[in-house]
C-alpha cells in the first residue's frame, strides 16, 4: 500500500501539467464565473449575502477534489495496460492494500492541492481561525476519498481513457453542478431540489460549507447539519471502497 502511495506522488511530480489542469482550471472558472455573474445572481430566498466570488469559493475547492480524482484515476488504466497491475495482483499483497494505495495517493494530492487554493479565502473576508484548519483539511480529505474510490471504480471497469473522461464528464460533472456548488438549493426548481436531496455531492458540499464558516454566520441555509453531512460523505466514500475492493477481486488484467 505505501508502495502504490508513494508511486502516485511520485508520478504527479513528475507531470507538471496535472497540477495547471486540477489546480488552474478551477481557479479560471473561480474567477470567470464568479465576476461574470456577480451581483446580477439572486437566489429566490435572498440568502446570499456575501457575493458570488465568495459563494462559489467552496464549489471551486470541490471541483479542485474532483478534477484530481479524474486526472489521478487515469493511471489505473495506463498501469492496467502496460502490465504494473497484474504483477500487483500476482503478489502477496491484499486487493484491499492495492485499492487503499491508490486511494490514498490520489486523496494526498487532493489535499494539497485543495489545500493550496483554500489558502486565498482570507482574500474574499473569509476569517479562518488556526483552530479550523484540521477540520477543514479532514473534510476536504474525506470528500477526496469520496470522489477517487467512485473515479477508482469506473476506471477499473474500462480500458479506454477516451472512455473514462466521457463517462466522468456525463456523471461526475452534473453531480457537481447539482451540488449546491454553483447555486443554492433554495432557488432551484422542485425537481431539481429532489436530485439535489440525493446527490451524495450535495452532502460534501454542505460539510465542506460549515467547516469553512465554522463559528461565524453562515450565508447559506444548509441541507442538514454536519455531523448528518459528514456521515452521508464518509458512508458512501466507505460503500464505494467497498465496490472498487469487489471489482478488483473479480476482474481479470
Known amino acids: 500500500m505505501a508502495t502504490l502511495w508513494q508511486r502516485e506522488i511520485v508520478r504527479f511530480l513528475r507531470q507538471r501539467s496535472r497540477v495547471a489542469g486540477a489546480l488552474g482550471s478551477p481557479l479560471v472558472f473561480w474567477l470567470l464565473m464568479g465576476s461574470g455573474f456577480g451581483s446580477s445572481f439572486r437566489p429566490a ?55 487503499l494505495g491508490k486511494i490514498l495517493g490520489v486523496t494526498t494530492l487532493a489535499v494539497l492541492q485543495g489545500g493550496l487554493f483554500v ?28 470522489l477517487t474510490a467512485l473515479g477508482f471504480a469506473f476506471a477499473w471497469k474500462l480500458d479506454s481513457i477516451q472512455g473514462f473522461h466521457a463517462l466522468m464528464n456525463l456523471l461526475l460533472v452534473p453531480l457537481w453542478l447539482l451540488s449546491g456548488a454553483l447555486f443554492p438549493m433554495s432557488g432551484a426548481s ?11 455531492m450535495t452532502y460534501a458540499m454542505s460539510a465542506l460549507r460549515q467547516v469553512l464558516y465554522s463559528g461565524t454566520s453562515n450565508p447559506m441555509a444548509e441541507i442538514c447539519s454536519l455531523p448528518a453531512a459528514i456521515l452521508v460523505t464518509g458512508f458512501f466514500g466507505l460503500g464505494m471502497i467497498v465496490v472498487s475492493v469487489v471489482l478488483v477481486s473479480r476482474r481479470a488484467l
Open 119 to 146: 489558502l486565498l479565502a482570507p482574500l474574499l473576508g473569509i476569517s479562518l481561525r488556526w483552530t479550523q484548519w484540521i477540520p477543514l483539511f479532514a473534510v476536504i480529505a474525506l470528500i477526496a476519498v469520496e
Open 45 to 99: 430566498s435572498g440568502v446570499l449575502e456575501t457575493g458570488y466570488l465568495e459563494y462559489f469559493f467552496p464549489g471551486t475547492v470541490l471541483m479542485i477534489l474532483l478534477f484530481t480524482s479524474i486526472f489521478s484515476n487515469i493511471s489505473v488504466i495506463e498501469e492496467r495496460r502496460e502490465g504494473f497491475l497484474l504483477s500487483v495482483l500476482v503478489a502477496p499483497a491484499s486487493r484491499l492494500s492495492l485499492v
Open 190 to 200: 422542485s425537481w431539481v431540489r429532489a436530485i439535489m436531496m440525493i446527490n451524495p
